[in-house]
């Protein structure tokens, strides 16, 4: 069992950026893809960003590019999302997951392992 912990997320205002980390154990987290996703109240969970498990490449949602980095350390078996130039519509709940295989990266129901999620709240 792999197991994820989030955390870092919080209320912001628009334009300001917040950090989240993704913290991992139980299995060797080299052997797994990373991806983020978010799901806001009476929303489908979406697809936000992903890195492979050589932290290259990485791929990410339209709605977030050129805003948000995803990296992860396979040293601190960590992953982080940067969240810069945040927007109200960025408002949801973050997940990170893991991954075995690359392709589906963008599909949750490719991903076999969850963590609890992290809040991330954009006022205006």
């Known amino acids: 069992q792999l197991r994820l912990v989030e955390s870092g997320g919080g209320v912001v205002q628009v334009g300001d950026s917040l950090r989240l980390s993704c913290a991992a154990s139980g299995r060797p987290f080299s052997n797994y893809y990373l991806g983020w996703f978010r799901q806001a109240p009476g929303k489908e969970r979406e697809f936000v960003a992903a890195?492979?498990?050589?932290?290259?490449?990485?791929d990410y949602a339209e709605s977030v590019k050129g805003r948000f980095t995803v990296s992860r350390d396979n040293v601190k078996n960590t992953a982080t999302l940067q969240m810069d130039n945040l927007k109200p519509e960025d408002t949801a709940t973050y997940y990170c997951?893991?991954?075995?295989?690359?392709?589906?990266?963008?599909?949750?129901?490719?991903?076999?392992?969850w963590g609890q999620g992290t809040q991330v709240t954009v006022s205006s």
């Open positions: 890195v492979s498990r050589s932290a290259r490449p990485t």
């Open positions: 997951a893991a991954a075995t295989y690359y392709s589906g990266i963008v599909d949750p129901k490719y991903y076999d392992f």
